[in-house]
């Protein structure tokens, strides 16, 4: 089996309008989940650590951070504030 580099798979799949339109749905799940797993490194916690200091499960925190999920504002505001981290919402037009 050949090596293909990511990122000539990228520059591939980045021709293929579906997948280009499929990547710009998944953006704000990815950011989100980006962002939080910076915040979580930099205040030097796992998954399980910030799951009990904002009274949710690990398993709820793994799902963010894999952009597999739809979470509520409320788990939100508790997880920025766990994290001591503003949560900043907004429509962009």
């Known amino acids: 089996m050949k090596y293909i580099p990511f990122e000539e ?3 591939k799949w980045m021709k293929d309008p579906e997948f280009v339109k499929e990547m710009a749905k998944q953006e704000p799940e ?3 989940a980006r962002s939080l797993i910076g915040a979580r490194i930099k205040r030097k916690l796992t998954q399980a650590q910030l799951a009990k200091k904002a009274k949710t499960n690990q ?3 793994s ?4 952009a597999s999920s739809k979470p509520s504002l409320s788990l939100l505001r508790k997880i920025a504030l766990a994290l001591d981290v503003n ?3 907004r ?3």
């Open 63 to 66: 799902r963010l951070e894999w």
């Open 91 to 93: 429509f962009e037009f």
């Open 59 to 61: 398993a709820s925190i």
């Open 9 to 11: 798979l990228e520059k």
């Open 30 to 32: 990815y950011q989100l």
């Open 87 to 89: 949560l900043i919402t």
